[in-house]
Every structure is written in structure tokens, then in C-alpha cells.
């Protein structure tokens, strides 16, 4: 079973800058993609921004320019920068993890219980 924990949320002006912080424990033998997403209320869960194994991005046209996604491998983290936010950007923000514990096996997501960001106009 893989852990996920999350920090670095909280409330922001905009224009504000925040980072989001994930780490990823227990049993991984190995991690592919690495993401974010977010609901706010009454919408759908989006996908932010993803990192492959290889640090290949690919983020939300809304977040383009603004948002930096990256990754440590020996540390299993996964980080996100979010510069000049909007109030748009306020949601609930969810770490993800595509691991697996053992070579033959498939690869899994595993979510984080997700951090609350707020900008305020």
C-alpha cells in the first residue's frame, strides 16, 4: 500500500505564489507518472499538471505559464510551484501516484487526501 501526504495549501491573495509538496512511502518498487489535480465545488476533478520518469511535463491550459510541476526520484516527491494565482485556481488539490510494489506487477494510482487553496480577490 502506498501513503501519500501533502502539504504546503493554505490561503493566498492573488497574484500570490504557493508550493505544493508530495511524498509518496511504503510499499513502491517503482513510481511512473506523478500529478496533480483539483476540484472545486460543483466541478469535476481536473488534472493540473503531470511529470513521466523521465521529467516530461504536461499541465491544464490554465495553469500554463504560471504552474511548475517537478519531481525528486530517489525521494519519491513531487512538487508544484503555482505563481501569479487567481481565484479560479481556489480548490482542493490532490496529489497522484502511478507506482507498483513488485516488477511484474501493473501500475496503480494512489491519491493523497488533498490541501485546500484559496486565493482570495
Known amino acids: 500500500q502506498v501513503q501519500l501526504v501533502e502539504s504546503g495549501g493554505g490561503l493566498v491573495q492573488a497574484g500570490g505564489s504557493l508550493r505544493l509538496s508530495c511524498a509518496a512511502s511504503g510499499n513502491i518498487f517503482s513510481i511512473n507518472t506523478m500529478g496533480w489535480y483539483r476540484q472545486a465545488p460543483g466541478k469535476q476533478r481536473e488534472l493540473v499538471a503531470s511529470i513521466t520518469v523521465s521529467s516530461s511535463t504536461a499541465y491544464a491550459d490554465s495553469v500554463k505559464g504560471r504552474f511548475t510541476i517537478s519531481r525528486d526520484n530517489a525521494k519519491n516527491t513531487v512538487d508544484l510551484q503555482m505563481n501569479s494565482l487567481k481565484p479560479e485556481d481556489t480548490a482542493v488539490y490532490y496529489c497522484?501516484?502511478?507506482?507498483?510494489?513488485?516488477?511484474?506487477?501493473?501500475?496503480?494510482?494512489?491519491w493523497g487526501l488533498g490541501t485546500q487553496v484559496t486565493v482570495s480577490s
Open positions: 497522484a501516484v502511478d507506482s507498483k510494489s513488485v516488477i511484474w506487477d501493473n501500475y496503480r494510482t494512489s
